[in-house]
């Protein structure tokens, strides 16, 4: 799988061989591990008794595009904030946020990058990783607020059930919006990086803040994630265990990074609709739904 990965890398990215040196080591545990947008989504999700589309939520620097999915009748809604992976607010994600919905959540999906850089369609990973590389864990964090503030007083969100989830560079977001927002129920991250060098925009990794982290989390690995190795996972639940965290995690055997990323290769229908399956069970457990 690896090796077919990195053929579709070399086909995207014409790289001299110091350059493809140094994308390896920024994508290791995220684009590398899954392979670049190579396909239309399997799931379609429809808008039907929902709303859904873009709004915009007033963050430092101008407005932030968030796209958002709820039912089209109610209020006081569970909801659920989702991280973006490295490609930014495609499809894949929005259509994440109305599966959410049909569930009966708010869904809410902040485009975080939108200062760094435009990500949509792009597939160069020299492109790529230094847009999200250089999105610093404070302004992440804030904005990751402001779009759960404007979620509960603008689109009838319930500020005592709020959850949040992410896939990829999303789910090591996850990991640390967990340590920093007391006010979630619950969390879930699916294939998050938790160990990694640090660097100016994020000085710390998910393993450094495992002490903090407020809520249970839901980790969802794949045991052939050649870019998070699963001794890094079990160093993530030794240290949130010495830490009195009751957080879960369930490592998919022979299962690559992306196995839930309808449109890449990656793709793992039984794994994916698992791991659908134990997100719903774990919000429900946790006072989400």
């Known amino acids: 799988m690896q090796g077919d990965i990195l053929g579709l890398m070399r086909t995207a990215v014409p790289l001299t ?17 899954a392979g670049p947008v190579i396909a239309q989504t ?26 958002r999915a709820k039912p089209a009748s109610g209020s006081n809604f569970p909801v659920v904030l ?29 485009d975080i990058y939108f200062r760094q850089g435009n990500l949509l369609g792009a597939t160069d990973f020299q492109q790529i990783m230094p847009i999200i590389n250089s999105k610093p864990d404070p302004e992440l964090m804030a904005d990751l607020d402001a779009t759960l503030a404007y979620a509960t007083s603008k689109e009838g969100g ?12 999303g789910g090591r977001n996850v990991w640390m919006y967990a340590a920093h927002n007391p006010k979630l ?14 660097s100016a925009a994020m000085p710390q990794n998910p393993i450094d803040v495992a002490a903090t982290v407020k809520v249970p989390v839901l ?9 998070i190795p699963v001794d890094t996972v079990e ?23 992306g196995f839930h990323a309808d449109y890449r290769p990656s793709y793992r229908p039984e794994q994916a609709a698992d791991g659908w399956k134990r997100l719903q069970e774990w919000f429900k457990k946790n006072g989400v739904a």
């Open 235 to 257: 160093k993530m639940k030794a240290a949130l265990k010495a830490a009195g965290n009751p957080s879960e995690f369930v490592v998919y055997p022979d299962t690559p990074h």
């Open 185 to 198: 129920k619950a969390a879930v991250s699916w294939y998050g990086t938790v160990v990694g060098n640090p």
């Open 158 to 169: 319930d500020a005592n059930r709020m959850a949040v989830t992410g896939f990829c560079r």
């Open 82 to 110: 989702v991280n973006l992976e490295a490609f930014g607010l495609h499809e894949y994600i929005k259509d994440v946020t109305r599966r959410l919905a049909k569930l009966g959540y708010l869904a809410v999906a902040p």
């Open 219 to 227: 980790g969802l690995y794949g045991g052939a994630d050649s870019g």
């Open 42 to 67: 399997i799931v379609k999700t429809d808008t039907d008794g929902l709303i859904a589309g873009d709004i915009k939520v007033a963050v430092a620097g101008g407005e932030m595009t968030v796209y």
């Open 17 to 33: 061989r110091r350059g493809f040196v140094a994308t390896s080591a920024i994508t290791a545990g995220y684009t590398l591990a």
